[in-house]
């Protein structure tokens, strides 16, 4: 794969990948779910989907809930992370609602069992809506607390055979420190499983990294808000920070 350079008509460096959107991406400054911004996420899904990868999202819902710094106030943890669930789903139709729009047909997958709004996970169904062309966007993360919507991403990834995970963050990409407390922070241009491990990085929770190295999944780290990064990340381009096992 060149990760380096691509012509005008270079083919995409992957053929199925696994988008990982945090619910804050689609927060404006007033809104929960600004219109614009999801409209905007949707356009560059429906770009790269054009290209003839086939695309599954995973989505949090900080943007409406954080079931952790929920529990951290006193709430019972379990019932703060199922409440986050809940703010996940709200987020999938948001966007699969934005993705209509702009003519990408999609089908929402919940972990918990909401018949009327959305369809349960199924392995086979959500890798044959991808074979079909559809955009699959997984929602209610593993369906189980304690687990957080990155962990779900690796799952996910995992069990549809996802080539990469595409992180996208308000960042371009990982840092040895906070870049907005640090303004020495360093950038990774690459760094291995067990080094973000062993640095604690916060991009991604422990859980999700051990997974992703299990199965051997590489997770790229890039900022979504920069116009054509979504689609230089899948023709190959060097993009933000890649996390793999060498």
Same mark, same amino acid.
């Given at each position: 794969?060149?990760?380096t350079?691509s012509?005008?008509h270079?083919?995409?460096?992957?053929?199925?990948?696994?988008?990982k $959107?945090?619910g804050?991406?689609?927060? *404006?400054?007033k809104d &929960?779910?600004?219109r614009?911004?999801?409209l905007?996420?949707?356009?560059?899904? @429906?770009?790269?989907?054009?290209?003839g990868?086939?695309?599954a999202?995973?989505? !949090? !819902?900080?943007?409406?809930?954080?079931? +952790?710094t929920?529990?951290?106030? *006193?709430m019972?943890r379990?019932t703060?992370?199922? =409440? *986050?669930?809940l703010?996940?789903?709200i987020?999938?139709l948001g +966007?699969?609602?934005a993705?209509g729009? &702009?003519?990408?047909?999609?089908?929402?997958?919940?972990?918990?069992?909401?018949?009327?709004?959305?369809?349960?996970?199924?392995?086979g169904?959500a890798?044959?809506?991808l074979?079909?062309?559809?955009? &699959?966007?997984?929602?209610?993360?593993?369906?189980?607390?304690f687990?957080?919507?990155?962990?779900? @991403?690796a799952?996910?990834?995992?069990?549809?055979?996802?080539?990469?995970?595409?992180?996208?963050?308000?960042?371009? !990409?990982?840092?040895?420190?906070?870049?907005?407390?640090n303004?020495?922070a360093?950038?990774?241009?690459?760094?291995?499983?067990?080094?973000? $491990?062993?640095?604690?990085? @916060?991009? =991604?929770?422990?859980?999700a990294?051990? $997974?992703c =190295?299990?199965?051997?999944?590489?997770?790229?780290v890039?900022?979504?808000?920069?116009?054509?990064?979504?689609?230089?990340?899948? =023709?190959?381009?060097?993009? !933000?920070? $890649?996390?793999?096992?060498?």
């Open positions: 794969m060149d990760t350079t012509s005008p270079a083919a995409p460096a992957y053929k199925r990948i696994l988008l $959107l945090s804050e991406v689609l927060a *404006g400054e &929960v779910i600004d614009a911004v999801a905007q996420i949707a356009r560059q899904i @429906a770009a790269i989907h054009n290209l990868i086939e695309v999202i995973v989505i !949090g !819902g900080g943007n409406i809930w954080r079931g +952790l929920s529990s951290q106030a *006193g019972d379990t703060a992370d199922y =409440m *986050g669930m703010a996940t789903i987020n999938g +966007l699969q609602d993705l729009h &702009v003519g990408i047909s999609t089908r929402v997958q919940t972990a918990i069992e909401i018949k009327n709004v959305a369809e349960p996970f199924i392995r169904r890798i044959r809506h074979e079909k062309g559809r955009v &699959v966007i997984f929602v209610a993360g593993t369906g189980n607390p687990f957080s919507t990155d962990t779900a @991403a799952l996910r990834a995992s069990e549809i055979g996802a080539e990469v995970i595409l992180k996208a963050t308000k960042v371009d !990409g990982i840092y040895d420190s906070d870049p907005k407390k303004p020495d360093k950038r990774y241009d690459k760094i291995t499983y067990i080094e973000a $491990l062993r640095n604690r990085l @916060a991009v =991604m929770d422990s859980t990294f051990s $997974l =190295m299990d199965n051997k999944v590489p997770i790229i890039f900022d979504m808000f920069r116009e054509e990064n979504l689609h230089d990340v899948v =023709m190959g381009k060097r993009v !933000g920070t $890649l996390v793999s096992d060498k």
